[in-house]
């Protein structure tokens, strides 16, 4: 006898269970404590806030996670439902994070962190439905959007909250405008620190380990006498070589570039030696059989099974090539780079500023990094590593 399949709950639903227990044991929502002068502190419920908005502000927050945590109990997710689970959840997040106090007199009360606890776990469950929906191809990075927008609102509501000095620790808001304020200056430096620098250093150093590896793969006995040389490129330490580099090359993206070079030259050697020694002993011994050429054999056959090797040395490089510039700028530069700004405004104890610099540098990464990543496919289209993916 065949038993009919048991009815599939919905991703988190025990989760949302004790979500809304901790919404109900929170009460009439006292999310505040004010200090009356007696330095006793003592709660203040909904309906003492300092005015109507306030008011307005904390039911409707409450309102947003009790629906939001009572439409995680149902258990058939579909689109629209989590579509609109999730923006009650993340209404109710930005409205706790509105409630958080911002002077010294008030600190969040009890019932505050417990509504805090029933968020984060309403966020695990946005997370969970959403992965488990039937998306697009083209909607595939909104699990990863949905997990990095709830991180950088619990960095916010906790921040806030804990009222914790910007000099430790500035929230998302004060970065965001950072940057919008000092968007200007933010794009002279990129152009000064990626446009210059890292993107010449870059080429020339994955350029010329490309190079010199097939020049070693070609006359064998280099390997004996220039790959040593090589390999101690990649033992001398950044900080050593930088301001040697800056006193030969002096302050502009000369000496950062050079600094890149010497970064990404060993990588991409090593990897296009190993790319190049991995063709087949068949496949070789085939060209050989239709009399092919060194030259012949390399662009039918070697180069193209080392290409997958050579493009995972030049997605290395591309972070490689980034960091070294930035570190490089500490140690001598133009009044521009993205280096040059982290560490006057450090050292001005401007922090958002740092680390709305931080966000752009790492941005620049990521988009590198992805960029190199399509090519490969384009490029690899043939690899099985490739093709499965």
């Given at each position: ?87 009650l ?63 950088l ?35 002279g ?27 070693i793969?070609?006359l ?30 002096g ?39 239709y ?23 030049l ?75």
């Amino acid at each position: 006898m065949i038993r009919p399949p048991a009815p599939s709950t919905a991703p988190g639903a025990l989760l949302a269970v004790f979500a809304l227990a901790l919404l109900c044991l929170s009460g009439p929502f006292a999310v505040l404590m004010v200090d009356p002068g007696d330095y006793v502190l003592q709660p203040r419920a909904w309906w003492q806030a300092d005015s109507v908005s306030a008011q307005i502000l904390q039911i409707g927050t409450a309102l947003c996670l009790l629906v939001a945590a009572g439409l995680a109990l149902r258990p058939t997710p579909g689109r629209f439902r989590t579509a609109v689970l999730t923006t009650l959840a993340l209404a109710g997040a930005l409205g706790l994070i509105a409630l958080a106090p911002t002077d010294e007199t008030r600190v969040p009360g009890h019932a505050y962190w417990l509504a805090t606890m029933a968020v984060m776990l309403l966020a695990v469950v946005t997370i969970q439905r959403v992965a488990a929906l039937p998306l697009p191809r083209w909607l595939a990075p909104l699990t990863a959007g949905i997990f990095g927008l709830w991180m950088l609102l619990l960095w916010e509501q906790l921040v806030t909250a804990f009222a914790v000095p910007r000099v430790l620790l500035p929230p998302p808001s004060a970065i965001v405008l950072a940057l919008w304020e000092h968007a200007a200056t933010l794009w002279g430096d990129l152009v000064q620190t990626v446009g210059k620098a890292v993107l010449i250093g870059y080429a020339l150093g994955c350029g010329l380990g490309v190079l010199t590896g097939i020049a070693i793969d070609r006359l064998p006995f280099l390997q004996r006498g220039l790959l040593p040389v090589a390999s101690l490129t990649s033992t001398i330490p950044l900080v050593g070589i930088a301001p040697i580099a800056v006193m030969w090359f002096g302050f502009d993206w000369p000496s950062k570039a050079a600094v890149i070079v010497l970064m990404t030259f060993f990588p991409t050697l090593v990897s296009t030696l190993a790319g190049l020694g991995a063709a087949g002993k068949l496949e070789r011994e085939l060209m050989h059989s239709y009399a092919a050429s060194y030259r012949r054999t390399l662009l039918d056959l070697r180069l193209p099974v080392a290409l997958p090797f050579i493009f995972n040395a030049l997605k290395v490089n591309a972070t490689l090539a980034l960091i070294g510039a930035i570190v490089a700028e500490f140690f001598g530069s133009p009044t521009q780079g993205l280096g040059f700004r982290i560490s006057t405004e450090a050292s001005r104890m401007n922090m958002p500023l740092v680390w709305a610099t931080i966000v752009v540098a790492s941005a620049v990464g990521m988009l590198a990094y992805s960029a190199l990543s399509r090519l490969e496919r384009r490029v690899n289209f043939w690899h099985p590593s490739v093709r499965s993916a």
